[in-house]
């Protein structure tokens, strides 16, 4: 035997010899339901009246239990999760005796005894709990046929959903969601199922089947002082069946609209009374909602022109609807001794579905996401390792092409322990190590692939105090190191729990909270778009022509801002503090390529004229040609002869434009990536760049861009839960949550630079009238006369029409870009993240839940915040500011009913969800959503057979209100799913 495992016999041997030796008697007994299942996981609490001596249990796999307890009477409590408690009084223990204690709990409707283990990260009655947890039964979960775990949680209180597909939803509590969401931590059973490195939460990933989950829980407010990095909006826990608990075989077969078919299997078993198995799978397929973006089309358009003018590009790809997703988990318990217990899960799932992030939709091919875990659980330690990781498959990006590569991986090692001073005071203490290891292949990290490991390490602590019967104080401090932060983290809980009667709690919390830097804020190095002005074909020519090489387009890169050493994002100025840029055009005039040059130079600006000025004429010339032949036939002149002269006077048009001009100025301005409203016709008056910043004062500009730091939330919340007259449970939670250095979404950082139009305008007007006033241009002045009439304001001038062509054409053409000194790439736009100030929200959650009679329930809630919208907040380390958007509603309101006629075993529920309108901003998803209401309807039937058979029917949106629920997704329709069930 290893020193290792004599020390652990030695320690249990002196533990089980101290307990004896305080012990006089023991109080052992069996706990069941009604129908003979044994309830592991019963809590058994002892205590004395006399001396306030307190002790308890935790029921095993078969539902048995031993306490050892000083001979004397008790009061013993029998709870478990959703059976009525058993309160057993003057209950005797002698010395040297077993009292036997058996038990058989009945279910109840209200749940307010049953148990919850994420707000405390142990197991704790849920009024007993320091934070707001809402729980979803598995008998809820069951009578559900849901496609993704999503659908078992969008009816809670606080929750956001943002439904992209069939299975296919971003999940937050309290807003500031995103297309690319994983602010809200999300765990299967105490593994992080996120998916790695992107650090998005892609809930239809996890392998789970709705018959392996036995709860869902969801914290709301933050959870760093427990759970770490990234917790600050609140953790959503999944805990499925242990196979000791769920013995036998579940079958569903479904199908329904929009192609979809679906089967699950799951099957659980033991060996003996030491060793229990389960394993699980599911597949489904079916068409999407379709949708169409477009920027993709204008991509797809730009590609098809440069393949026309000779270059040697495959063409973009288009969305594929069909969806498809296939997954398989098995999970091996061993109960080594009555005290130790191992758990090894593993799971892989494989998805084809469309996925959007930031910087547009990418169409996902046998994405892998995989995982491995071992749990040890012996007393009051927890011990656990897990590995995630993935394989892209055949992804790529819809708006470039572009192929998608992601092997990357999260291996996480976790120890945590419990602990009792005396019948008052509870210790629990951890420590965590997260190692997130991007493998994009350069795809996604780009030129950042060999330096964006992140290292994450804490440790915290939690202290329970009962200071009187009826009042508890949690108390929890937590210290994390990041590798590529320049300081550690410390986050304080404190919690006053208030308990005047057994069936109501009053908490008064706080908590400091704070959300690390995703590989993507600090390391993304990825081209979201390639020339989306569409510049090289129109000026590859020119380049050809001055022999000059290849023409470098201006495209757009979104690029996280750590730089190793140094500050971020960093713009060259002049001595006045302008910003210096780069152009392509650069070569024009005989400069190097990624020469800086300042904005106003005289030189400069007449190289950007005299391109404007050829663009602009090549583009108006056809035009005029054409104006003028209809102008000449209709004074008589012959159709032949007519468009001869024209084409003379169209050759002859160019000398009135002069090639110089004096004064030229250049304006600063910045893309305009709001996305236009689902199936409206494009509107010619949407400027394509914005060239005032967000207070509508100031004009365009560069500022600098720090690197990214962590994101503090602090949080203040009174609640309330409890039961009114038997029937009612009411719950209430009014929160401040005070959001310091906010890591706004990713957003163009980089102005383009353009001709003045005003000023390019006022002299090119001048110099036009002055060319047309001179009498050997009288032919093409008339000619010009023409445009006057048939498009313009009929003054009896040309000059203003023409004015106003060429000036449009010039200075709507951006000639270069403010590019970093970092940039790789001297003339991209890029797109990166900043941290904003503080943002300050107050908001409501109620909920209420009322039960006639055992057979149905009425539920509600309705969540509240004062603001979804924070115009011009302003950037933290720096100058400038920008509009922040919540991306969710300030009111929603959730209705629900479920009624259960036991002796027909037929179950029906419905629910209706009202989510006001709200405006989004979320990377290049920028708009407003529209309200909408929503009613889902489900049906479970057991079909009166000697097999256990069940019907059940679900139909999503059933009055086919069609609705979008985030700007970038499809508008969302009805969907009636049918399935067949077999249980043995």
Same mark, same amino acid.
């Given at each position: 035997?290893?020193?290792?495992?004599?020390?652990?016999?030695?320690?249990?041997?002196?533990?089980?010899?101290?307990?004896?030796?305080? +012990?006089?008697?023991?109080?052992?007994?069996?706990?069941?339901?009604?129908?003979?299942?044994?309830?592991?996981?019963?809590?058994?609490?002892?205590?004395?009246?006399?001396?306030?001596?307190?002790?308890?249990?935790?029921?095993?796999?078969?539902?048995?239990?031993?306490?050892?307890? *000083?001979?004397?009477?008790?009061?013993?409590?029998?709870?478990?999760?959703?059976?009525?408690?058993?309160?057993?009084?003057?209950?005797?223990?002698?010395?040297?005796?077993?009292?036997?204690?058996?038990?058989?709990?009945?279910?109840?409707?209200?749940?307010?005894?049953?148990?919850?283990?994420?707000?405390?990260?142990?197991?704790?009655?849920?009024?007993?709990?320091?934070?707001?947890?809402?729980?979803?039964?598995?008998?809820?979960?069951?009578?559900?046929?849901?496609?993704?775990?999503?659908?078992?949680?969008?009816?809670?209180?606080?929750?956001?959903?943002?439904?992209?597909?069939?299975?296919?939803?971003?999940?937050?509590?309290?807003?500031?969601?995103?297309?690319?969401?994983?602010?809200?931590?999300?765990?299967?059973?105490?593994?992080?199922?996120?998916?790695?490195?992107? @650090?998005?939460?892609?809930?239809?990933?996890?392998? !789970?089947?709705?018959?392996?989950?036995?709860?869902?829980?969801?914290?709301?407010?933050?959870?760093?002082?427990?759970?770490?990095?990234?917790?600050?909006?609140?953790?959503?826990?999944?805990?499925?069946?242990?196979?000791?608990?769920?013995?036998?075989?579940?079958?569903?077969?479904?199908?329904?609209?929009?192609?979809?078919?679906?089967?699950?299997?799951?099957?659980?078993?033991?060996?003996?009374?030491?060793?229990?198995?389960?394993? +699980?799978?599911?597949?489904?397929?079916?068409?999407?909602?379709?949708?169409?973006?477009?920027?993709?089309?204008?991509?797809?358009?730009?590609?098809?022109?440069?393949?026309?003018?000779?270059?040697?590009?495959?063409?973009?790809?288009?969305?594929?609807?069909?969806? +498809?997703?296939?997954?398989?988990?098995?999970?091996?318990?061993?109960?080594?001794?009555?005290?130790?217990?191992?758990?090894?899960?593993?799971?892989?799932?494989?998805?084809?579905?469309?996925?959007?992030?930031?910087?547009?939709?990418?169409?996902?091919?046998?994405?892998?996401?995989?995982?491995?875990?071992?749990?040890?659980?012996?007393?009051?330690?927890?011990?656990?390792?897990?590995?995630?990781?993935?394989?892209? %498959?055949?992804?790529?990006?819809?708006?470039?092409?572009?192929?998608?590569?992601?092997? +990357?991986?999260?291996? #996480?090692?976790?120890?945590?322990?419990?602990?009792?001073?005396?019948?008052?005071?509870?210790?629990?203490?951890?420590?965590?190590?997260?190692?997130?290891?991007?493998?994009?292949?350069?795809?996604?990290?780009?030129?950042?692939?060999?330096?964006?490991?992140?290292?994450?390490?804490?440790?915290?602590?939690?202290?329970?105090?009962?200071?009187?019967?009826?009042?508890?104080?949690?108390?929890?401090?937590?210290?994390?190191?990041?590798?590529?932060?320049?300081?550690?983290?410390?986050?304080? @809980?404190?919690?006053?729990?208030?308990?005047?009667?057994?069936?109501?709690?009053?908490?008064?919390?706080?908590?400091?909270?704070?959300?690390?830097?995703?590989?993507?804020?600090?390391? !993304?190095?990825?081209?979201?778009?390639?020339?989306?002005?569409?510049?090289? *074909?129109?000026?590859?020519?020119?380049?050809?022509?001055?022999?000059?090489?290849?023409?470098?387009?201006?495209?757009?890169?979104?690029?996280?801002?750590?730089?190793?050493?140094?500050?971020?994002?960093?713009?060259?100025?002049?001595?006045?503090?302008?910003?210096?840029?780069?152009?392509?055009?650069?070569?024009?005039?005989?400069?190097?390529?990624?020469?800086?040059?300042?904005?106003?130079?005289?030189?400069?600006?007449?190289?950007?004229?005299?391109? %404007?000025?050829?663009?602009?004429?090549?583009?108006?010339?056809?035009?005029?040609?054409?104006?003028?032949?209809?102008?000449?036939?209709?004074?008589?002149?012959?159709?032949?002869?007519?468009?001869?002269?024209?084409?003379?006077?169209?050759?002859? !048009?160019?000398?009135? #434009?002069?090639?110089?001009?004096?004064?030229?100025?250049?304006?600063?301005?910045?893309?305009?990536?709001?996305?236009?409203?689902?199936?409206?016709?494009?509107?010619?008056?949407?400027?394509?760049?914005?060239?005032?910043?967000?207070?509508?004062?100031?004009?365009?500009?560069?500022?600098?861009?720090?690197?990214?730091?962590?994101?503090?939330?602090?949080?203040?919340?009174?609640?309330?839960?409890?039961?009114?007259?038997?029937?009612?449970?009411?719950?209430?939670?009014?929160?401040?949550?005070?959001?310091?250095?906010?890591?706004?979404?990713?957003? #163009?950082?980089?102005?383009?630079?353009?001709?003045? *139009?005003?000023?390019?305008?006022?002299?090119?007007?001048?110099?036009?009238?002055?060319?047309?006033?001179?009498?050997?241009?009288?032919?093409?002045?008339?000619?010009?006369?023409?445009?006057?009439?048939?498009?313009?304001?009929?003054?009896?001038?040309?000059?203003?029409?023409?004015?106003?062509?060429?000036?449009?054409?010039?200075?709507?053409?951006?000639?270069?870009?403010?590019?970093?000194?970092?940039?790789?790439?001297?003339?991209?736009?890029?797109?990166?993240?900043?941290?904003?100030?503080?943002?300050?929200?107050?908001?409501?959650?109620?909920?209420?839940?009322?039960?006639?009679?055992?057979?149905?329930?009425?539920?509600?809630?309705?969540?509240?915040?004062?603001?979804?919208?924070?115009?011009?907040?302003?950037?933290?380390?720096?100058?400038?500011?920008?509009?922040?958007?919540?991306?969710?509603?300030?009111?929603?309101?959730?209705?629900?009913?479920?009624?259960?006629?036991?002796?027909?075993?037929?179950?029906?529920?419905?629910?209706?969800?009202?989510?006001?309108?709200?405006?989004?901003?979320?990377?290049?998803?920028?708009?407003?959503?529209?309200?909408?209401?929503?009613?889902?309807?489900?049906?479970?039937?057991?079909?009166?057979?000697?097999?256990?058979?069940?019907?059940?029917?679900?139909?999503?949106?059933?009055?086919?209100?069609?609705?979008?629920?985030?700007?970038?997704?499809?508008?969302?329709?009805?969907?009636?799913?049918?399935?067949?069930?077999? @249980?043995?």
């Amino acid at each position: 035997m290893s020193k290792i495992a004599k020390l652990i016999c030695l320690w249990a041997t002196l533990g089980y010899g101290v307990a004896w030796a305080q +012990s006089d008697g023991f109080i052992e007994g069996t706990v069941t339901g009604e129908a003979g299942e044994t309830l592991p996981g019963t809590n058994i609490a002892v205590h004395s009246l006399a001396d306030d001596y307190k002790a308890g249990a935790t029921a095993d796999a078969d539902g048995q239990f031993r306490i050892a307890v *000083p001979a004397g009477n008790y009061q013993v409590e029998i709870t478990f999760v959703g059976y009525k408690s058993d309160l057993r009084e003057n209950v005797q223990v002698r010395a040297g005796q077993t009292t036997r204690l058996d038990a058989v709990l009945v279910e109840q409707v209200i749940f307010l005894g049953q148990s919850v283990v994420s707000a405390s990260r142990r197991q704790e009655k849920i009024l007993d709990a320091p934070a707001s947890v809402s729980v979803v039964e598995g008998s809820e979960i069951r009578n559900n046929p849901a496609l993704s775990l999503s659908d078992h949680v969008k009816n809670l209180p606080a929750v956001d959903i943002a439904k992209r597909g069939l299975a296919n939803a971003n999940v937050v509590v309290r807003g500031f969601n995103n297309i690319f969401s994983g602010t809200l931590l999300t765990l299967t059973d105490n593994r992080i199922a996120r998916v790695p490195s992107l @650090r998005v939460n892609a809930l239809n990933f996890i392998p !789970l089947t709705n018959d392996d989950v036995e709860r869902i829980e969801v914290v709301l407010g933050p959870g760093s002082a427990l759970y770490g990095p990234n917790s600050a909006d609140g953790v959503m826990h999944i805990i499925t069946h242990s196979p000791f608990t769920s013995q036998g075989t579940n079958v569903h077969v479904g199908m329904g609209e929009r192609d979809l078919r679906h089967a699950t299997v799951r099957h659980a078993g033991v060996v003996g009374d030491r060793l229990g198995y389960k394993i +699980s799978g599911q597949y489904y397929t079916g068409t999407e909602w379709e949708y169409t973006d477009p920027e993709e089309v204008k991509a797809q358009a730009l590609r098809q022109a440069e393949i026309d003018a000779g270059a040697d590009l495959p063409p973009l790809k288009t969305r594929d609807p069909n969806n +498809s997703n296939q997954s398989v988990e098995a999970r091996l318990d061993w109960r080594a001794a009555d005290d130790l217990t191992a758990i090894l899960s593993a799971g892989h799932n494989k998805a084809k579905i469309i996925g959007g992030t930031g910087v547009g939709a990418w169409q996902s091919i046998d994405w892998q996401y995989n995982y491995v875990q071992l749990r040890l659980l012996y007393r009051d330690w927890f011990l656990q390792a897990f590995r995630n990781w993935n394989e892209a %498959g055949d992804t790529y990006l819809l708006r470039t092409g572009d192929p998608v590569v992601d092997r +990357s991986s999260l291996n #996480v090692f976790q120890a945590q322990h419990t602990s009792r001073l005396g019948q008052h005071q509870r210790f629990t203490y951890g420590f965590d190590a997260l190692l997130t290891r991007p493998d994009t292949d350069g795809t996604i990290m780009g030129s950042n692939e060999s330096d964006d490991d992140l290292n994450e390490y804490g440790g915290y602590v939690q202290s329970e105090t009962a200071l009187r019967d009826m009042l508890d104080l949690v108390l929890a401090l937590r210290y994390d190191y990041h590798n590529h932060l320049a300081d550690p983290e410390l986050s304080p @809980r404190a919690a006053l729990v208030f308990k005047p009667q057994a069936t109501q709690t009053l908490r008064l919390t706080y908590n400091r909270a704070f959300s690390t830097p995703t590989a993507n804020n600090l390391y !993304l190095d990825l081209q979201t778009a390639r020339d989306p002005f569409g510049l090289n *074909p129109n000026f590859s020519p020119l380049f050809s022509a001055l022999g000059l090489g290849e023409f470098k387009s201006i495209d757009v890169w979104t690029q996280g801002n750590y730089r190793s050493p140094g500050y971020g994002f960093t713009f060259r100025r002049d001595e006045t503090g302008r910003p210096l840029f780069r152009s392509p055009f650069a070569p024009v005039a005989g400069l190097p390529a990624d020469q800086y040059l300042p904005l106003d130079d005289p030189l400069f600006t007449n190289v950007m004229w005299g391109i %404007g000025r050829q663009a602009a004429l090549a583009q108006f010339g056809p035009a005029f040609q054409e104006l003028a032949t209809g102008a000449l036939m209709a004074q008589g002149m012959g159709a032949e002869d007519a468009q001869a002269t024209a084409g003379q006077l169209a050759a002859a !048009l160019p000398g009135i #434009v002069p090639e110089q001009l004096p004064g030229l100025r250049n304006v600063m301005g910045r893309l305009n990536i709001e996305t236009e409203p689902l199936g409206a016709e494009p509107d010619p008056n949407r400027p394509p760049f914005f060239f005032l910043e967000a207070d509508g004062t100031t004009p365009i500009t560069a500022y600098d861009v720090p690197r990214i730091h962590s994101a503090i939330t602090q949080t203040i919340e009174l609640g309330y839960k409890g039961v009114v007259a038997d029937k009612v449970v009411v719950a209430a939670d009014l929160y401040q949550s005070r959001i310091e250095d906010f890591v706004g979404s990713v957003s #163009v950082e980089t102005p383009n630079v353009f001709l003045d *139009p005003q000023i390019l305008g006022a002299a090119l007007g001048e110099s036009i009238s002055a060319a047309l006033s001179d009498p050997n241009n009288a032919q093409l002045a008339g000619a010009l006369a023409a445009l006057d009439a048939a498009q313009g304001n009929n003054n009896g001038s040309p000059v203003d029409e023409l004015t106003g062509i060429l000036t449009a054409g010039a200075a709507a053409i951006p000639y270069g870009t403010v590019s970093p000194e970092q940039a790789s790439d001297p003339y991209a736009m890029i797109m990166s993240y900043r941290n904003f100030e503080a943002v300050t929200i107050r908001g409501l959650d109620l909920s209420l839940a009322y039960f006639p009679a055992d057979h149905w329930r009425l539920t509600g809630n309705y969540s509240f915040v004062n603001d979804n919208f924070f115009e011009n907040l302003q950037y933290s380390h720096g100058e400038g500011g920008a509009d922040i958007a919540l991306n969710a509603p300030r009111h929603k309101v959730k209705l629900g009913m479920n009624y259960n006629f036991a002796e027909w075993g037929l179950a029906l529920g419905g629910q209706v969800r009202y989510i006001d309108s709200f405006p989004m901003s979320s990377g290049v998803y920028v708009g407003e959503v529209d309200s909408y209401t929503v009613l889902d309807l489900n049906l479970t039937y057991q079909l009166p057979l000697e097999q256990d058979l069940v019907l059940q029917v679900d139909a999503s949106n059933a009055l086919n209100q069609t609705y979008q629920s985030f700007v970038g997704a499809p508008v969302v329709g009805r969907l009636v799913f049918g399935q067949v069930g077999l @249980r043995f």
